[in-house]
């Protein structure tokens, strides 16, 4: 549905984007995942033919966002970040001028404009004035007048920015609905959000993709999480001998969201080293086992996959750490 | 088409809706109603000129400006000009049909204007020369989208409507300043120079429409300038769009 590639786009002398290649496949929904500055908007704006790109190729839908722009335009449904739309309108008013736009057929049109205004729940504000509306049904008309068409690809910027916590579920139910008819690229850098809805993410960072076999790494990466009750300081160094583990800290109990445990009970997280297939828990219970004679018992383990969130901390302040010190 | 009738149905909406087409209007049709009175009072019989001269000055410094200075500057401030551009529609569609609602509007106030007409008509005993008068209105729609064209160019270039408006203002006033001077006739030697000169400025050709004359250079005149300023626009956009 998108393909970009080697997209590049300067402002001056500030580049803000800069080699990104990535697809999007018909049916997916794809979360594009960034601080603020990152690049999304610009992204974005590139896809929806708002304007070029320095450098690289686009395609919607097997058209060239420079070349075939109208074509393109045809195909997408935008909502930009900060919803822009007429305050002197109506809901009613402002969606069909809209569809006309969007050459949604006359006969067609009434019963298009209830599909959208019904989907978002604003059937109800039809006749106010939009500047009238709350940040929340502005987003929903924004929506609405997405969805119009209907596209066949949608690009939603931030599409719950500005929003209250009640009202982002809400966008959100909305979003997982969504998903059955129409391919959705979203930004957002909520990262909830994108848990919750996306079926796959690409993290930008500075202008740049982090690879998405990088993501997958920092994914898949897994932890363990033992509570052992013994002498800390000397299960710490058994277990740290062990030949699949990498390291081993002790959590202190102000970092856990745990309920507090007696002091003895040592939580320790295990980081498993990468490449090997064995897995650090079968030695981990053979030791202990082991130095059972010793008052060594074994109160807890598990497996932790790390959030989105931690991915995310981890793949940006890689590439942080990595451009500080080219500075 | 349709994108360009459903654009200027959007144009003439806002603009029908907002207090600025009204308050525009009002004060328009007031000072069309003051000028008409102060001669019809006197002789019940009101000049095409005395009508229709004050035109050629009210229009490019006042008129024009307020009814083109948001067409596109607010369209760029607000965002909206972000939704419209990524809507499958040329930009030639948005910027002629930013046109049409403008001189559409402005065509609505002059219609309001023949009322007055109507009066002369039924309280004037003598004879109205009526073909006069319609060439004047031609001229005042002629000219109209000459400057109209024009405040939607300057428009496009700001992202502040005030700004669009006070620019397109000064222009203006720097035209009829170069008018006056011109026909001064100390200024300047009568020849070809002055004629060329003259002959670039609207006002010498919006004359000729008072004089009840409609001659073709006239129409090509103000149907040149005012394409070419639609030209510009739609170049203006296209340009902001690679920035």
Known sequence: MIEARNLTKRYGDFTAIQDLTFQVQPGEVVGFLGVNGAGKTTTLRILSCYMPASSGQATVAGFDVFKDSLRVREQIGYLPESVPLYPELRVQEYLAFRARLKAVPRAKRQSELARVMDACKIADRARQTIGTLSRGYRQRVGLADALLG??????????????????????????????????????????????????????????????????????????????????????????????????????????STEPPEPAEHTHIRIVPKAGLDKDPRDELVALMAGKAGEGWRLLELRRRIPTLEEVFAQATAEEGGKEGAQA | MRNFVALTRRELLSVFVS?????????????????????????????????????????????????????????????TLEMLLTAPVRNIEVVLSKF??????????????????????????????????????????????????????????????????????????????????????????????????????????????????????????FGLITAFFLFLTTKVLEARRNQ
């Open chain 2, 19 to 79: 207090p600025l087409g009204y308050g525009t209007a009002a004060v328009f049709l007031f000072i069309f109603g003051l000028i008409f009175v102060s001669q019809f009072a006197a002789t019940k019989l009101v000049e095409v000129h005395t009508l229709i001269d004050p035109m050629g000055y009210l229009l490019p410094l006042l008129l024009s400006p307020i009814l083109t200075m948001r067409l596109l500057a607010e369209e760029r401030r607000q965002g």
């Open chain 2, 100 to 221: 049409a609602g403008a001189w559409l509007f402005y065509a609505c106030m002059l219609a309001l204007t023949l009322i007055h007409l109507f009066a002369m008509r039924f309280h004037y005993e003598g004879e109205v020369d009526w073909g006069r008068f319609a060439v004047g209105y031609l001229g005042m729609l002629l000219i109209a989208g000459l400057f109209l064209s024009f405040g939607l160019f300057v428009s496009s270039l700001f992202e502040q409507p005030m700004l669009a408006a006070l620019t397109s203002f000064v222009a203006s006033l720097s035209l009829l300043m170069v008018n006056f001077v011109l026909n001064v006739p100390a200024f300047l030697q009568e020849g070809v120079g002055k004629d060329v000169f003259r002959f670039t400025l609207p006002f010498t050709h919006y004359r000729n429409f008072l004089a009840g004359l409609v001659d073709t250079g006239d129409l090509a005149y």
């Open chain 1, 150 to 255: 209907p596209p066949k690809l949608l690009i939603l910027d931030e599409p719950t920015s500005g929003l209250d916590p009640l009202q982002r579920m809400e966008v959100r139910a909305l979003m997982q609905e969504l998903k059955r008819e129409h391919t959705v690229f979203l930004s957002t850098h909520i990262l909830g959000e994108v848990e919750s809805t996306c079926t796959r993410v690409i993290i930008l960072h500075r202008g740049k993709l982090v690879p998405e076999a990088e993501v997958a790494r920092l994914r898949g990466a897994c932890q363990y999480e033992a509570r052992v009750a013994g002498p800390m300081g000397r299960v710490l160094e058994a277990l740290r001998r062990l030949n699949a583990v990498a390291s081993a800290e002790p959590i202190p109990p102000e970092a």
